[in-house]
Structures are given as structure tokens and as C-alpha cells.
């Protein structure tokens, strides 16, 4: 049976709290209790070390980064047979990560049916292969909209509409998320699941969808959250984790610069689009700044060590996983503290009446 290598580390820090507590509390010997405190603390100063020294080497990369290298990776990416589709995307994850990229769906779906089951025009920002806008069209009956730079993904999305008899509801266009070419004020709902962190400017995508929406829309958003445990049990992580719900300025500098993978140092890629991981404070000030008043605020897939060993045990067996997962994940989600600490945020706002505040300061100049 494979055993990951995100369930071998955190088994060895659960090896080494268990030893530290067992020698504090029974034992007394103290040696392997500083043994086992100088592992978790030697751990824990490599994880922060490496995150400034990826987030040093990325940082001159992004910042020469244009929309057109953007849409080239995009491009490249949705031409691969691994990768043309929702589907397949699914497949190339493993485990637990393939169950919480179809939980993801269901999630934000879960919320168009609360925020935008009565909106008369709904626009899915950054739709991809567009599974958002035809769920709106189909399933809500709702005329939908899906705006995304890469045309071979839209080019799927049409056809899907096509051949599920809603294309008729639906339409798609090719275009940076931070430069609509739509009519502003046109939508009472904007979806935008995922998008936002592969903007050279969040800020300016978030203008923009202040700028489609009619006053007292409402924005869904989904990002990748900074706060996420990433399955650590190590208590020097955990405690770093749980102070940056409070201030974020504890983490080590992080934008996660990626093509397939989060950027490596060690074995860097050759071609990179853009992922930044959020804070709670940071996406809440983006969008207090954009104009926007929160009305719902949730995280979601918290990784925490007792999915890895379900996931070891399944095997592969998303189903199976989903039937265990599901009930803790309900049950962890409404822990007062950890259920903050998931690895996607979610947000609800409304457009404030006030209008448009300026604001569009760039990442690079932050």
C-alpha cells in the first residue's frame, strides 16, 4: 500500500509530540522530551526558511510577468491530453486531493443556490471549463455568462452547453478577468471560484467585479487560504497557524508562484502562472477597499491529519472517502478555531451603494 510523503512527515511529528508528552507527563527522563522538541522546532525553522527563500527566487518572476505569458501557460496546460478537460483534471489528482476538487463544486453550488437562485444575470468570473455558468444555466434556469483568458477551455464549455440543450441560456467570453469587455452594471451575481490568485492584480479583478455588479449584488469568491494546517500536527506550525487568524504578518512571505506545482527552489519549472495564497485579512481588505461589505465568510477542506489515514486506507477510493470524510469534515468545519483554518476561503460580499472607492495598488508594489 503507498504511503504518501504528506502522511510520513506528519506521522513523524505525531511520533514526536507523542514522545514529548509521554516523557513530560510519565517518563521524566527529559532527554527524549528535548530530543523531540528540537525535531518539531528544526522542522518547523526548515519550513519557514524554505517558504522566504521559493518566495525570494519567485518574486523576480512575477513581477516580470505579463497577462500574455499568463495565457500562454493557460494554454498550454488545457492542450494536454492529462488536462483538457474538468474530468481529467479531476484524474491527475490523488486521494483526498481529487475529493476535495469535486467538494469544491459542490460547495460553491451549494451557495449560487442561496445567493443567486433570484438574480436575473449571473457572470462566472474566471469560469475555466465553465461547470459554474452551465450549473447556473441549467440547474438555476438563470441566463449565465462565463469570462475566461483561455479560449480552448471556453471552447469546451460551449460545447458542453451545446450538448446539454442549454447553450440558448449561456454565453462565454475571452478576456481578462481585470479588463471586462461586459457593461458595468449588468449582473446582479458574480461567481468567482479559484480566479482571483491567478491575477497579476487582485485588486483590479476585484474593481472590475465591482464594476459589473449592480448596487447590492453580491460576489461569491473562492481562494487558497495562507491559514491552512497542509496536515502538520507539529504545535510550533499549529500555534503559527492560529496566531495569523488574528495577524497574518506571523507567516513567512508566500505567493506560490506555479505552473502545475507550488514553486520549488530545488527544482523550479520552466514556465509559471500566478497563485497567490490569502489571508482572511488580506482578501477581506481587498474587498472592503473594492467597495464590497462581507455578508459571509467560511473556509473549507481543513487538512488535518486524520484524512491522510483515510486516505491510505481507501486506497484511491474517492467514493469511500467521501462517505468518512464527509461527517468529520461537517463536524471540524464548526470547531471555533480550526474550522477557520481550511484551505480555501470562501467569501460572500455585496457591492456597497457608495460606489467604487480607488484603490488599485498592485501586488508588486505592496
Not at 437562485?117 to 461547470?131: P, Y
Not at 471586462?180 to 474593481?207: D, K, N, W, Y
Not at 512571505?253 to 506555479?258: E, K, Q, S, T
Request: aromatic letters at 10%.
Amino acid at each position: 500500500m503507498e504511503v504518501s510523503e504528506r502522511l510520513r512527515r506528519s506521522s513523524g511529528e505525531l511520533v514526536a509530540v507523542a514522545i514529548l508528552l509521554l516523557d513530560l507527563i510519565w517518563l521524566r527522563a527529559f532527554l527524549p522530551a528535548a530530543l523531540a522538541l528540537a525535531f518539531l522546532l528544526w522542522f518547523f525553522f526548515r519550513y519557514r526558511r524554505e517558504a522566504v527563500l521559493s518566495y525570494c527566487h519567485s518574486e523576480p518572476v512575477r513581477c516580470r510577468m505579463a497577462l500574455a505569458d499568463i495565457r500562454d501557460i493557460e494554454r498550454k496546460y488545457t492542450r494536454r491530453d492529462d488536462y483538457n478537460s474538468p474530468e481529467k483534471r479531476a484524474l491527475v489528482r490523488k486521494g483526498l486531493d481529487r475529493y476535495f476538487y469535486y467538494v469544491r463544486y459542490e460547495r460553491v453550488q451549494a451557495l449560487l443556490d442561496t445567493f443567486a437562485a433570484d438574480s436575473k444575470r449571473v457572470l462566472d468570473m474566471g469560469c475555466g471549463f465553465g461547470r459554474n455558468t452551465l450549473y447556473v444555466a441549467e440547474n438555476l434556469k438563470r441566463p449565465a455568462v462565463g469570462l475566461d483568458l483561455d479560449d480552448l477551455k471556453l471552447a469546451w464549455a460551449a460545447s458542453e452547453a451545446s450538448r446539454h440543450g442549454t447553450i440558448g441560456n449561456v454565453g462565454f467570453v475571452c478576456a481578462d478577468a481585470a479588463l471586462p469587455p461586459l457593461r458595468a452594471g449588468s449582473f446582479e451575481c458574480i461567481v468567482m471560484t479559484e480566479a482571483l490568485e491567478h491575477l497579476i492584480s487582485p485588486a483590479q479583478g476585484l474593481a472590475a467585479c465591482h464594476e459589473l455588479l449592480l448596487p447590492g449584488g453580491i460576489l461569491i469568491i473562492t481562494v487558497p487560504s495562507r491559514h491552512n494546517l497542509a496536515y502538520s500536527i507539529n504545535p510550533f506550525i499549529v500555534l503559527e497557524k492560529i496566531v495569523s487568524l488574528v495577524d497574518d504578518r506571523v507567516l513567512p512571505p508566500y505567493h506560490g508562484l506555479h505552473a502545475r506545482f507550488e514553486y520549488d527552489r530545488h527544482n523550479p519549472e520552466p514556465q509559471y502562472g500566478m497563485h497567490y495564497n490569502f489571508s482572511g485579512q488580506r482578501l477581506e481588505g481587498l474587498l472592503s477597499q473594492a467597495g464590497f461589505s462581507t455578508i459571509r465568510r467560511e473556509s473549507f477542506e481543513i487538512e488535518i491529519f486524520p484524512y491522510l489515514a483515510i486516505e491510505f486506507l481507501c486506497q484511491g477510493d474517492v467514493q469511500r472517502m467521501k462517505r468518512l470524510v464527509a461527517p468529520l469534515e461537517a463536524l471540524v468545519t464548526r470547531l471555533p478555531v480550526i474550522g477557520r483554518m481550511g484551505q480555501h476561503l470562501v467569501w460572500v460580499a455585496r457591492k456597497e451603494d457608495s460606489g467604487r472607492k480607488a484603490f488599485l495598488t498592485s501586488f508588486c508594489s505592496q
